[in-house]
């Protein structure tokens, strides 16, 4: 779904559970910056969804900074939207309980991230069941209009467009319904070692991912090690899911149409010169990254100037909304 041409809030965020990867590039970041310029945006860093699993405290503070130095390493401009930490303000939760209680908690069990990550957990807390009503909360909170995200999370974006429809039936109108902003290409960046899976933050296996901070050496490592299979044409078939990766990576890293990108490689005999062709993409793209990272990681003064003008400009909005939820929902207000 693209988004309309008038101006509309945006809001979106990627948790500060590691550095963030190429899916996290191509799938989000990369796409938020072309919005800078026609809309408001509202970019988290979703702190509070990120304690649904384990996390080493100092190591989830830290993360959380560094992540403010990713986003703005990826091309987010805090000069042209808000970077703000979702704990710092007041009124996620505290929307998300109101919410929860017009949630059917049979809709929770059937979320696919509930279901994959309890899979892989010891312990499954309620916290990973009630993460899609605090990311409802997350939206429904500053009225967003889009919610550019990868596919993975658009069963939650459509749970978030449930419950603004049902408060608004349930009540009267309050919320605006937001619609998922999902792109066919690089939507979905597999791993490189598991084709089948996501390229996720989250996995302790580094040669799956390549991440914004990989170097040129690493990232073609990476890429020449990546899974494929004994054939050797390089086609988007959902049969051969390494190549087809590969090829999707390639797709989006240079902004070409899959059937002119399979064109361009039907000559190609083995798969070495097109992983080098990738790779020689890959680095192109994230170069820029990595320096802009480099330059500003360290600045922790710069970095905590821009969260807290973000949430300066963010609270009064969640403030307003929060009230409004309250009155009408029947809370007695405090004189
Ligand atoms: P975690 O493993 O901790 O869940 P993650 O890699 O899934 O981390 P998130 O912070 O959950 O990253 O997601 C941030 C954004 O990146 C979301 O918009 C999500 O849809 C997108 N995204 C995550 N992984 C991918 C991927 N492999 N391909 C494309 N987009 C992705
Ligand atoms: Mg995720």
């Given at each position: 779904?693209?988004?309309?041409?008038?101006?509309?809030?945006i809001?979106?965020?990627?948790?500060?559970?590691?550095?963030l990867?190429?899916?996290?590039f191509?799938?989000?970041?990369?796409?938020?910056?072309?919005?800078?310029?026609?809309?408001t945006?509202?970019?988290?860093?979703?702190?509070?969804?990120?304690?649904?699993?384990?996390?080493v405290?100092?190591?989830?503070?830290?993360?959380?900074?560094?992540?403010v130095?990713?986003?703005?390493?990826?091309?987010?401009?805090?000069?042209?939207?808000?970077?703000?930490?979702?704990?710092?303000?007041v009124?996620?939760?505290?929307?998300?309980?109101?919410?929860?209680?017009?949630t059917p908690?049979?809709?929770?069990?059937?979320?696919?991230?509930?279901k994959?990550?309890?899979?892989?957990?010891e312990?499954?807390?309620s916290g990973?069941l009630?993460?899609?009503?605090?990311?409802?909360a997350?939206i429904?909170?500053?009225?967003?209009?889009?919610?550019?995200?990868?596919?993975?999370q658009?069963?939650?974006?459509?749970?978030?467009?449930?419950?603004?429809?049902?408060?608004?039936?349930?009540?009267?109108?309050t919320f605006?319904?937001p619609?998922?902003l999902?792109?066919?290409?690089?939507?979905?960046?597999?791993?490189?070692k598991?084709p089948?899976?996501?390229?996720?933050?989250s996995?302790?296996?580094?040669n799956?991912?390549?991440?914004?901070?990989?170097?040129p050496?690493?990232?073609?490592k990476?890429?020449?090690?990546?899974?494929?299979?004994?054939?050797d044409?390089?086609?988007?078939?959902?049969?051969?899911?390494?190549i087809?990766n590969?090829l999707n990576?390639y797709?989006?890293?240079?902004?070409?149409?899959?059937?002119v990108?399979?064109?361009?490689f039907?000559?190609y005999?083995?798969?070495a010169?097109?992983?080098?062709?990738?790779?020689?993409?890959?680095?192109?793209?994230l170069?820029?990254?990595?320096e802009r990272?480099?330059a500003?990681?360290?600045?922790?003064?710069y970095?905590?100037?821009?969260?807290?003008n973000?949430a300066?400009?963010?609270?009064p909005?969640?403030?307003?909304?929060l009230?409004?939820?309250y009155?009408?929902?029947?809370?007695?207000?405090k004189?």
């Amino acid at each position: 779904m693209e988004e309309s041409g008038s101006r509309g809030v945006i809001l979106t965020g990627m948790q500060p559970t590691g550095t963030l990867h190429l899916g996290n590039f191509l799938g989000a970041a990369n796409r938020w910056n072309r919005m800078l310029e026609r809309h408001t945006c509202y970019f988290f860093i979703p702190n509070q969804h990120a304690i649904t699993v384990p996390q080493v405290p100092a190591a989830l503070r830290a993360a959380t900074l560094d992540c403010v130095a990713q986003y703005i390493a990826c091309g987010l401009d805090p000069r042209r939207c808000s970077i703000f930490i979702q704990s710092h303000i007041v009124g996620h939760t505290e929307l998300a309980w109101v919410l929860g209680s017009l949630t059917p908690i049979g809709q929770l069990y059937r979320m696919h991230q509930f279901k994959d990550k309890s899979a892989k957990g010891e312990h499954i807390y309620s916290g990973l069941l009630y993460y899609p009503i605090l990311m409802a909360a997350d939206i429904l909170l500053y009225n967003a209009d889009y919610v550019p995200t990868g596919e993975d999370q658009r069963q939650h974006v459509e749970l978030a467009r449930d419950l603004a429809e049902k408060f608004n039936a349930t009540y009267s109108e309050t919320f605006t319904v937001p619609v998922p902003l999902i792109e066919a290409v690089g939507a979905r960046i597999m791993s490189l070692k598991f084709p089948e899976r996501k390229m996720s933050k989250s996995d302790p296996d580094g040669n799956a991912t390549i991440y914004i901070t990989d170097g040129p050496e690493v990232i073609w490592k990476k890429i020449a090690a990546a899974v494929t299979d004994s054939g050797d044409r390089i086609c988007a078939d959902p049969e051969r899911p390494g190549i087809a990766n590969l090829l999707n990576i390639y797709c989006s890293a240079t902004n070409t149409a899959v059937g002119v990108a399979e064109e361009k490689f039907a000559t190609y005999r083995g798969y070495a010169p097109f992983k080098r062709e990738l790779a020689d993409a890959l680095i192109a793209l994230l170069g820029p990254v990595r320096e802009r990272y480099a330059a500003i990681k360290n600045d922790k003064k710069y970095l905590q100037s821009v969260i807290h003008n973000g949430a300066e400009t963010v609270q009064p909005i969640a403030h307003k909304t929060l009230a409004k939820v309250y009155r009408k929902v029947g809370f007695l207000e405090k004189k």
